[in-house]
T-cell receptor, first 115, second 111 residues
């Protein structure tokens, strides 16, 4: 199956720190990448959708200046949580999609804990 | 109104039994449907995708779609303890590429 690598898998840092999460599509070119957030015992909530070379489209309620997304190539997208605070602690998951007719494949997720 | 709804469970079945997971969706535009399995602390893993009415079988898994009733289900035959996980139903509006997830059904298979 498709492999999507996400790094780091776990981050613990102090409040005010910026954290960058990488999502790599290892065996196919990802036209579109998605970033999700999942709080404990809740479902995945889409944060933003990014297409290679374009600005990301953010879902309502997600601050684009706080969650910076870069999708510079067909195999790499990054999410930077700027000036993270404890309420940003969550499980962040990326997914990649080759084209709109294909299902999304998820990375292993990044558990972010802000102290 | 939620896009995709699932019973949160927990659903418990004995080993070897059939586990039946159900999902309803509200948007008639939805054309693609997916079942993902998520183990605790892990990312979702795609199990099945279904696009047309009827049944689709893959090994021990069978997905059923009824667009008229806006209903999609997943049957797991010969359930194993390793099937214990949360199962997420998702729908994808054609052209929108946005997956709407249900809250998931937690399945426990009792040895």
């Amino acid at each position: 199956g498709a492999v999507v690598s996400q790094h780091p898998s776990w981050v613990i840092c102090k409040s005010g720190t910026s954290v960058k999460i990488e999502c790599r599509s290892l065996d196919f070119q990802a036209t579109t990448m998605f970033w999700y957030r999942q709080f404990p015992k809740q479902s995945l909530m889409l944060m933003a959708t990014s297409n290679e070379g374009s600005k990301a489209t953010y879902e309502q309620g997600v601050e684009k200046d706080k969650f910076l997304i870069n999708h510079a190539s067909l195999t790499l997208s990054t999410l930077t949580v700027t000036s993270a605070h404890p309420e940003d602690s969550s499980f962040y998951i990326c997914s990649s999609q080759g084209n709109s007719n294909q299902p999304q494949h998820f990375g292993d997720g990044t558990r972010l804990s802000i102290l | 109104q939620k896009e995709v709804e699932q019973n949160s469970g927990p659903l418990s079945v004995p080993e070897g039994a059939i586990a039946s997971l159900n999902c309803t969706y509200s948007d008639r535009v939805s054309q693609s449907f997916f079942w993902y399995r998520q183990y605790s602390g892990k990312s979702p893993e795609l199990i099945m995708s279904i696009y047309s009415n009827g049944d689709k079988e893959d090994g021990r898994f069978t997905a059923q779609l009824n667009k008229a009733s806006q209903y999609v289900s997943l049957l797991i035959r010969d359930s194993q303890p390793s099937d214990s996980a949360t199962y997420l139903c998702a729908s994808d509006q054609t052209g929108a590429n946005n997956l709407f997830f249900g809250t998931g059904t937690r399945l426990t298979v009792i040895p």
